[in-house]
């Protein structure tokens, strides 16, 4: 945002009586730009004279709120003390690190800014400013950040690692690992950076290198479920099902309790032929482990191939999927009405699905792509980060195409309502992949399940 821009917000907060957001936007000015007439003229107007003695006496009031993790109370203060021009990088990291700690990412965003502004040789601000941009999901600034903190402390594990989940999120694959590795080197058995270096290993089919690296960690004697768990799934890849299970097992015994334990015993399990105890454990997945779709997608998946199925458990477990995931959505709080203004122009059709590839989906979907007249305006959204023949054929084909593979649900629904479309396809039902939370939503008018 321009400059001319930041300051005719702060004014207009001025004119609202909202002293404090006023005072922090021309902070923010100042701190790029110290020079700036404007802003010093109008933050001295704000801003009444206060003591060194008065200012040092807040600020450690403020310090000593955080260190009892009393964090609303920190926030409360920290407002009054910015509207009063008791400012500075401890002022704004507390702020930041309390908003982080109640849950408030977003909010927390510009007080990182603000501290790395005022303090740019602070190379735990840039990671800290890299760590919140990464939980709001804005990946390529995280990016930048981590680099940051990186050139301030070359040597630094932490920073590293973060890195490698900036790249990672935006499908750089080749930078993660190399980011994940040089932080193993720096920190060689520190848990997470393996646990993420394997996983992407295993989703690059490097499964022999993921193998390696986690029985490396296991031999050494991990008390951790995760790697036997990563390990399993390695195994499981490879075909090797007695080795997948006897990890799954001892991921079990460890108290293992997260969606891609319960997905992949499962899939041994069913691959074993055991599948009434597969089944079992993805529905013991949907009831004690945190929500995630893909966990009552897997269990709904796989009792449409099994013989002598209870159809009222189906119908039952579909239920239960439709209850967690209304309950999730209605957390979102995403408005889901539309205009019953008639829209002029052409009929939008977005058809939702990962399988844009080498799929039988894509062979049953091509044929109707290319049928559409001019009457239609076609939006392809792919899920998926595999890109050939098929993909490049299908993208040229259609008037407007997504990737919407590193998107969260709530990013994909935002998007499909910009783009205006009337009738939306899933394609991919529940298999995996799928967006069936976004359709839950009500993203757009007319939404249909197809294939």
């Given amino acids: 945002m321009q400059i001319e821009k930041l300051l005719q917000k702060a004014g207009r ?12 936007i021309y902070q923010t000015i100042l701190a790029t730009y110290p020079q700036n007439i404007k802003a010093k003229r109008e933050l001295k107007k704000l801003v009444p004279d206060t003591t060194v003695q008065e200012k040092a006496k807040a600020i450690q009031q403020l310090v000593a709120l955080f260190n009892k993790s009393d964090f609303n109370s920190v926030l409360q203060l920290g407002q009054k003390l910015l509207g009063v021009g008791v400012t500075g990088p401890v002022v704004h990291n ?6 982080v700690s109640t849950g408030q990412q977003s909010e927390a965003v510009p007080h990182f800014q603000i501290v790395v502004q005022l303090n740019p040789d602070y190379a735990e601000g840039f990671n800290n400013l890299g760590n919140v941009l990464l939980e709001t ?3 390529a600034e995280a990016e930048v950040a981590l680099k940051k903190a990186m050139k301030l402390r070359p040597n630094w594990p932490d920073a590293a690692y973060n890195l490698g989940v900036a790249y990672s999120q935006q499908g750089n694959n080749e930078k993660a690992i190399e980011v994940y590795e040089k932080a193993l080197e720096l920190a060689p058995n520190a848990l997470n950076i393996i646990n993420n270096l394997s996983a992407l290993l295993n989703n690059l089919k490097r499964f022999d290198e993921a193998i390696e690296l986690l029985t490396k960690l296991i031999d050494q004697g991990t008390h951790s479920s995760v790697p036997y768990s990563n390990r399993g799934i390695s195994y499981t890849k490879k075909y090797r099902y007695k080795e997948a299970e006897a990890d799954f097992l001892k991921a079990k015994e460890l108290g293992a309790n997260f969606s891609g334990y319960y997905q992949g015993y499962a899939e041994v399990l069913i691959a074993l032929k055991n599948y009434q105890k597969g089944i079992e454990l ?4 949907t009831v004690n482990s945190n929500y995630e779709p893909s966990t009552h997608d897997a269990l709904l998946l796989n009792q449409i191939y099994i013989a ?7 119908y039952n477990n579909a239920g239960v999927y439709g209850e967690c995931t209304m309950g999730y959505v209605n957390s979102l709080k995403t408005p889901c009405s539309f205009s019953e203004e008639i829209r002029q122009g052409k009929l939008k059709i977005g058809y939702v699905s990962p399988d844009f590839k080498n799929h039988s989906v894509a062979r049953f979907f091509e044929p109707l792509l290319v049928s559409h ?8 959204y792919y899920n998926n980060k ?15 195409w997504r990737d919407i593979s590193r998107l969260t649900y709530i990013e994909l629904y935002n998007l499909i309502r910009s783009d205006s479309v009337d009738i939306l396809v899933d394609l991919a039902g ?3 992949g799928n967006s069936l939370p976004v359709f839950a939503m009500g993203a757009a008018p007319i939404q249909i399940s197809w294939l």
């Fill in 13 to 24: 907060f001025t004119k609202r009586g909202d002293k404090a957001q006023a005072v922090k």
């Fill in 94 to 99: 507390l702020m930041a690190a309390s908003y």
């Fill in 137 to 139: 999901g804005r990946y």
């Fill in 282 to 285: 993805l529905q013991d997945g």
């Fill in 308 to 314: 002598n199925k209870s159809s009222a458990k189906t």
């Fill in 373 to 380: 007249t001019d009457q239609f305006e076609v939006y392809c």
């Fill in 386 to 400: 595999v890109s050939d023949d098929i993909t490049k054929r299908i993208e040229l084909a259609c008037d407007h």
């Fill in 430 to 432: 529940h298999t995996s």
